[in-house]
Nanobody, 121 residues
Framework: QVQLVESGGGLVQAGGSLRLSCAAS????????MGWYRQTPGKQRELVAS???????NYADSVKGRFTISRENAKNTVSLQMNTLKPEDTAVYYC???????????????WGQGTQVTVSS
């Protein structure tokens, strides 16, 4: 079994910054892509940013130039630095990882529990 534990959400004023972190633990053989998604009430969960095991990154157009995703493979962690936050960034942010487990050997998608980010105007 694999657990993803997120931290770092909260309330911030527009123009401010927050850093989200996510740590994966459990029967991990390797981790493929890691990423952050967000969801607001009544809307589908959307990709914010992702990073591959070799460091290739992908960002939603709405966050390019403001958010930076990074990962530490040795620690099985992924972080999202969010700068110049806007009220429309308000959402529940979810960590996601494609994990190859060791017992059994299988690639599966895992999600964190979600962390609230609220940006006030």
């Amino acid at each position: 079994q694999v657990q993803l534990v997120e931290s770092g959400g909260g309330l911030v004023q527009a123009g401010g910054s927050l850093r989200l972190s996510c740590a994966a633990s459990g029967s991990i053989l390797s981790i493929r892509s890691m990423g952050w998604y967000r969801q607001t009430p009544g809307k589908q969960r959307e990709l914010v940013a992702s990073v591959s095991s070799v460091g290739s990154t992908n960002y939603a157009d709405s966050v390019k130039g403001r958010f930076t995703i990074s990962r530490e493979n040795a620690k099985n962690t992924v972080s999202l630095q969010m700068n110049t936050l806007k009220p429309e960034d308000t959402a529940v942010y979810y960590c996601n990882a494609g994990v190859v487990t060791s017992t059994p050997v299988r690639l599966s998608d895992y999600w964190g529990q979600g962390t609230q980010v609220t940006v006030s105007s």
